[in-house]
């Protein structure tokens, strides 16, 4: 089994910031791409950032320069830095991982989600 447990989200005041985590447990091979991805109220889930095994990155503009995203391949860990909040940032943030459980074939595996609330 693969889990991917997501931890850090709360509640913060617009400018303020929050750092995201995303840990892998579980057997599997290896972790290729992970991402962040977040929903808000009546809005479909959108993709933050992701970032390649070897550190290839990709943002949503609405987050670039404000959030940093970072793995750690020996910990099975990925990061989600966010600085200057906004309340159009207020989400539930989900992790996603492509996970070779074992042989050659890649799935893709998802947290629970952990609210940002972003509000004065």
């Known amino acids: 089994q693969v889990h991917l447990v997501e931890s850090g989200g709360g509640l913060v005041q617009p400018g303020g910031s929050l750092k995201l985590t995303c840990a892998a447990s579980?057997?599997?091979?290896?972790?290729?791409?992970m991402g962040w991805y977040r929903q808000a109220p009546g809005k479909q889930r959108e993709l933050v950032a992701i970032?390649?095994?070897?550190?290839?990155?990709n943002y949503a503009d609405s987050v670039k320069g404000r959030f940093t995203i970072s793995r750690d391949n020996a910990e099975n860990t990925m990061y989600l830095q966010m600085n200057s909040l906004k309340p159009e940032d207020t989400a539930v943030y989900y992790c996603?991982?492509?996970?070779?459980?074992?042989?050659?074939?890649?799935?893709?595996?998802w947290g629970q989600g952990t609210q940002v609330t972003v509000s004065s």
């Open positions: 579980g057997s599997f091979r290896s972790i290729n791409d």
């Open positions: 996603n991982g492509k996970i070779v459980p074992r042989g050659i074939s890649e799935y893709s595996y």
């Open positions: 970032i390649a095994r070897f550190g290839g990155t």
